[in-house]
């Protein structure tokens, strides 16, 4: 199966799950008379809801290069976990403000509701179905090198640990008294900050690559090494590199003997690319320029 076969379909069982776990949590949540539930479901909802996105969204990221887009169409990838970032910050900062509300009405003398049993089986499936899917997501994410995938396997871990806080305010409020009920408000409030905390890792990664972002230190010492190891190679400078969706680019000037020939200099910058292929991928964007070593420079 290639590339964007497999990461639809992983999209696509993230979406099927979503689907199950909002119309179980907004049910629960509704019939138990959970507020942390009803928070934990429209997380469930937002999920969902980039999930379609991203469905769609990834058939025009894998359209192949053109002469319009000589590098692809793999920031869409980019785009698209932006907005599972945007979407996230909406929704966390929604279930933020509707648990305070509910936690101030209670301070003030409102009487909270006792949540039914059914929120906590509905909390615990959530937790363990989303546990399970973000391992899956990941593993799949970073062995196809999808950031959206990457970013979707975070969404879901958030989605887990959040119906963890529900399931403990959901406890406290059923099993430890009138007074405690205020935990289930809380929880929702604890829900919340796990939805804005995943935001944000997706929002500074994919902005990161939108705005052109270096590839991290450890990916560059790759990327200098294989430079070295190339006989003729004596060094290089200007080194730049990008993330484009799945794919890197590498921009670099590389030194060599000013008595070489321009055959001999083509045929060595040509197994550096090979080099760079072999050790990236096919679809690395190499940039090579060739210069002789200035004189005086040690190697």
Known sequence: MDRGKETK???FLGLGVNVVLTLLKYGAGFFGRSSAMIADATHSLSDLFTDVIVFFGLSA??????SCHPYGHGKIEALLALTVGVVLVGVGGGIFWSGAERMLA????????TPG????????????????????????GRRLDSSILVAKAWDHRSDALSSVGTLFGISG???????????????????????????YMILKDSLNELIEGSLPPSVEERVKKVLLARDGVKSFHKLKTRRIGSSIAVDVHIHMRG????????EISRRVEEDLWRTFGEDTHISLHMEPLPKGKKV
Do not use: C
Not at 106 to 113: C, D, E, I, S
Not at 259 to 266: D, F, K, Q, R, V
């Open 9 to 11: 379909k992983i999209v």
């Open 61 to 66: 990221a894998q359209k192949p290069a053109d």
């Open 117 to 140: 049993i059914i929120t906590l089986w509905a909390g615990l499936i959530s937790v363990v179905s989303k546990e399970l899917l973000y391992r899956y997501t990941l593993a799949r």
């Open 259 to 266: 008595e070489m020939t321009l055959s001999e200099a083509h």
């Open 106 to 113: 209670f301070l003030q003398g409102a009487v909270g509701r």
């Open 173 to 199: 409020a059923i099993f430890l008294g009138e007074k405690w009920r205020i935990l289930d408000p809380l929880a929702a409030v604890v829900v919340s900050v796990f939805v804005l905390r995943a935001a």
